[in-house]
């Protein structure tokens, strides 16, 4: 039970920031000598963090809701904004049906995943240097396709979904602030149609829904919530920088320590 909501806390801590939740849940535990979590535990410790958004961001998306209907305060907007969000859930939705057996069995590798995290590393740093010289733009319906390619390249398990959206966003000129809020509402879609992928495991018996495992979600839920608005209001006024430096130390110490392990 204290792996499970240790694993839950890593999820939700690490969801939003830029440094890969998943890629943590694959290396954590094999540093710490910890059976490896199956991909239908990973995938329900993200619906505690689907809830963390969905709450967070909840009076948007009652508004985009009621603009849908052609109600609110400003129905065209909302309209926008939902083809903007669907535009862009597209590519990683094709990607995961597509190839989901082929990113499932990437999450056997800890070495593997070790250098998936440095490359969202570089990728941070060079977003972050292309993101200062790029002209600025609003969001439309190019930006969203682009980001969600973004979003299609990080189903691999050490590439940060945050990170490669919200650097796709600076690249095309998106400001940190909207980068980042976009790239949250964009989680939604996509942890909601993996939770749905994963509801045959668990009615199968693929998984015991034990007293720890309902622990690890809503534990990755409340730390998810609390992340999201801590890193709103990091990116305000600092860059994605030091989460690349992190990865850049994190990630070979990680393989060196599991090498040593075994």
């Known amino acids: 039970m204290f792996q499970e909501i240790f694993l839950g806390l890593l999820q939700g801590l690490t969801e939003f920031l830029p440094i890969s939740s998943s890629g943590h849940l694959v290396v954590v535990p094999a540093v710490l000598g910890w059976d490896e979590p199956s991909l239908t535990f990973d995938?329900?410790?993200?619906?505690?963090?689907?809830?963390?958004?969905?709450?967070?961001?909840?009076?948007?998306?009652?508004?985009?809701?009621l603009g849908v209907l052609g109600r609110g305060i400003d129905p065209a907007a909302a309209r926008r904004m939902?083809?903007?969000?669907?535009?862009?859930?597209?590519?990683?939705?094709?990607?995961?049906?597509?190839?989901?057996?082929?990113?499932e069995r990437l999450f056997e590798s800890p070495y593997t995943?070790?250098?998936?995290?440095?490359?969202?590393?570089?990728?941070?740093?060079?977003?972050?240097?292309?993101?200062?010289?790029?002209?600025?733009?609003?969001?439309?319906?190019?930006?969203?396709?682009?980001?969600?390619?973004?979003?299609?390249?990080?189903?691999?398990?050490?590439?940060?979904?945050?990170?490669?959206?919200?650097?796709?966003?600076?690249?095309?000129g998106l400001s940190r602030e909207e980068a980042t809020r976009f790239?949250?509402?964009?989680?939604?879609?996509?942890?909601?149609?993996?939770?749905?992928?994963?509801?045959?495991?668990?009615a199968g018996g693929g998984l015991d829904v034990t007293a720890g495992v309902v622990g690890g979600v809503i534990a990755s839920g409340v730390a998810g919530y609390l992340s999201i608005g801590a890193l709103l209001r990091f990116v305000r006024s600092h860059t994605l920088?030091?989460?690349?430096?992190?990865?850049?130390?994190?990630?070979?110490?990680?393989?060196?320590?599991?090498?040593?392990?075994?």
């Open 43 to 65: 995938v329900l410790l993200h619906l505690g963090t689907l809830a963390a958004v969905v709450i967070y961001f909840r009076h948007e998306l009652i508004g985009l809701a």
């Open 82 to 103: 939902t083809l903007y969000l669907a535009v862009g859930t597209i590519p990683a939705a094709v990607a995961g049906l597509a190839f989901g057996g082929f990113f």
């Open 113 to 172: 995943t070790c250098a998936e995290l440095v490359a969202t590393a570089l990728l941070l740093l060079g977003m972050e240097r292309f993101g200062e010289r790029a002209r600025r733009r609003q969001l439309d319906t190019g930006v969203a396709a682009w980001v969600g390619v973004a979003q299609a390249v990080s189903i691999f398990p050490g590439i940060s979904r945050s990170g490669a959206t919200i650097g796709g966003g600076l690249v095309l």
């Open 183 to 202: 790239s949250f509402l964009l989680s939604i879609p996509a942890i909601a149609g993996a939770g749905v992928l994963s509801v045959a495991d668990v």
């Open 241 to 262: 920088t030091v989460f690349a430096v992190y990865l850049l130390v994190m990630a070979p110490l990680s393989a060196l320590i599991i090498y040593l392990r075994r």
